[in-house]
């Protein structure tokens, strides 16, 4: 046995198990993470997050993210905000702005505007091959079947792969059922995060989200983003997008299809503790 000290946070409803890999030594198998994620057993997350110093110039940390079923995932965008905020709260770093790197990607993170937290999310990236994604050739929409339906989709990896609808009522809409089954489609040889998108206005889209490894959650960043950057691309929406999760709202810009695409949003420290494992 181990003990672990850990920070319980918060990022528009994605709670995380943040833990410092800086001062502590950790080496968690996929099982004890399990563990760690079970709501009622354990500590409880949707994803843990593991901080990490780099030796890689201008990099200031490295940032591992595990689901609850214990799998590595590449992107984490509600995660970034609430790793910051641990960093800023750790007295880590004093920089206003942090580069990390993923598991893909190096993501940069700064204060935002009204104390929100804004991430640098990179570029969108809608070539199947990069997703990745099954197609012979880049779409705006594909039709992918799902039972005895073919659903319009727009497929778009933020760092980690998405499947994004448009429903007319997201109270109605199949999460429960199409999530589990979109994201192991075989269209998607890595899985992938199901999002659901309703239209509010061009400016505000309302969506919920069923994450690979963790099944629907309160809220996503990266499937904020994913469902921000096909509805503008569909001509449904225009920069700057509020995004309401059930868990809180989310702000995505992205003004020029050439330019990098902004997060910002809320994050909160919930409670430290330590527990052995």
């Known amino acids: 046995m181990k ?3 850990f920070t319980k946070m918060d990022g528009a409803g994605n709670d995380f198990m943040v833990i410092d890999g800086i ?9 004890q993470i399990r563990t760690l994620s ?3 057993k354990g500590i409880g997350f949707d994803q843990l997050l593991l901080l990490e110093s780099s030796k890689k110039p201008g990099i200031d940390f490295n940032y591992k993210i595990h689901n609850a079923d214990g799998s590595e995932a590449e992107q984490c965008g509600n995660g970034a905000r609430c790793l910051y905020l641990f960093v800023k709260n750790k007295q880590l770093c004093s920089k206003t702005e942090i580069k990390v790197e993923t598991k893909n990607s190096v993501m940069k993170i700064k204060d935002g505007p009204d104390e929100n937290i804004t991430v640098d999310m990179g570029l969108p990236e809608f070539s199947p091959s990069k997703i990745p994604f099954k197609a012979l050739q880049k779409k705006s929409f594909y039709q992918l079947p799902v039972g005895k339906e073919n659903i319009k989709i727009g497929a778009v990896s933020m760092g980690n792969p998405h499947a994004v609808q448009i429903v007319e009522n997201l109270n109605l809409a199949p999460v429960l059922t199409q ?6 489609h075989d269209f998607f040889p890595k899985s992938c995060n199901a999002g659901f998108v309703e239209i509010m206005n061009k400016n505000h889209i309302s969506i919920r989200v069923w994450e690979r490894g963790a099944g629907e959650t309160l809220s996503c960043g990266t499937g904020a983003c994913a469902a921000a950057a096909v509805s503008i691309i569909w001509g449904l929406a225009r920069s700057p997008v509020t995004v309401s999760t059930r868990g809180g709202r989310l702000t995505v810009d992205w003004c020029d299809q050439g330019q990098t695409l902004l997060l910002s949003g809320p994050a909160r420290q919930v409670f430290c503790g330590e527990i052995s494992i």
């Open 3 to 5: 003990n672990i000290q």
């Open 23 to 31: 001062t502590q030594e950790i080496d968690l198998k996929p099982s």
């Open 38 to 40: 079970d709501r009622k």
């Open 179 to 184: 999530g589990p089954i979109i994201e192991k």
